[in-house]
């Protein structure tokens, strides 16, 4: 399958070029892929973010450099892109949980990181609900900011989660939020799809604007903060994200390129994914989770 080809051709690249200045956004070019949407696949698909494998695959090599051989520690440091023996003890300690001193002591226990394979494995017997929706083109109104695009699946991360939180105690959707009726103001969180050079992507908190949505002046709704957001037609697949907070949203994400990507015969496409956060309550669901595709 391409995407998965893809992901194995980026780590193969990240093995090869180890010792260099590379980040996911040099393995995103390497291999196409807008950096948004490889840092996605990777993260979600591995459980490990692009540049935590290259800073684990790093510190596993240097640890064995450390106890197979006689190269001083400040030269490892440098081989492995750490300007300063401070810096490499520190990430050296955090990693293996003792300091390269140690280390070279003998008799030390280190942690070995070994080299990303990709391997797709079919689970019978297990369903996965969704549906296909061939959804006509949509306008939202919109508060936007951009994120770097390396805290997508980051655990220790909250950027997002803090800018809703933010909008509700703040009250900043209320002008928008007026313009539809009571029952029917659903929320949507809007992820914008990026480009091959940019290392941000841009998460807008807003509403739909449909034939529900009363009569407003887009120049005042501009002037007011808001973003006119437009979405092409096309092909979404819909999952149900059921839980008590967010992380059912990634662990969904997850599902999606482990389980549904390799049977499907769909492949992720370039357009905004949502979720949509429903005003009415549905019992157990958090979200609905849009995610655009197309064929293979």
Not at 62 to 87: C, H, M, N, Q
Request: proline residues 3%; charged residues 30%.
């Amino acid at each position: 399958m391409e995407w998965i080809s893809s992901l194995q051709k980026a780590i193969t690249y990240m093995e090869e070029h180890l010792l260099e200045e590379i980040n996911y956004e040099d393995v995103a070019k390497h291999v196409h892929i807008s950096s948004y949407e490889f840092h996605r696949a990777f993260s979600f698909l591995t459980g490990i973010t692009a540049n935590a494998y290259i800073r684990n695959r790093r510190l596993s090599l240097a640890g064995s450099e450390i106890v197979d051989t006689d190269i001083r520690i400040t030269d490892i440091a440098l081989k492995y892109g750490y300007d300063t023996p401070e810096s490499f003890t520190k990430a050296f300690t955090r990693f293996h949980g003792i300091s390269p001193s140690v280390a070279r002591e003998g008799n030390a226990k280190l942690v070995l990181f070994n080299p990303l394979v990709i391997k797709i494995t079919v689970d019978g017997g297990k369903t996965m609900k969704y549906k296909i929706v061939q959804a006509e083109a949509k306008k939202f109104i919109a508060l936007v900011r951009s994120f770097k695009t390396e805290i997508i699946n980051d655990e220790a991360n909250h950027d997002v989660a803090d800018f809703w939180a933010e909008c509700n105690a703040k009250q900043m959707l209320s002008p928008i939020w007026m313009l539809r009726e009571d029952g029917k103001r659903d929320l949507y969180g809007l992820c914008s799809p990026t480009t091959e050079d940019s290392d941000t992507f841009d998460y807008g908190i807003g509403i739909i604007v449909d034939e529900d949505t009363a009569d407003y002046n887009p120049e005042e709704i501009k002037k007011a903060g808001f973003r006119i957001w437009d979405v092409n037609p096309g092909t979404y697949v819909v999952f149900e994200c059921k839980g008590e907070n967010g992380d059912c949203i990634a662990k969904t994400w997850s599902q999606f390129y482990k389980k549904f990507l390799p049977q499907s015969g769909y492949e992720a496409s370039e357009e905004t994914d949502y979720e949509l956060y429903f005003d009415s309550e549905h019992e157990d669901l958090f979200c609905e989770l849009w995610i655009p595709v197309r064929k293979r």
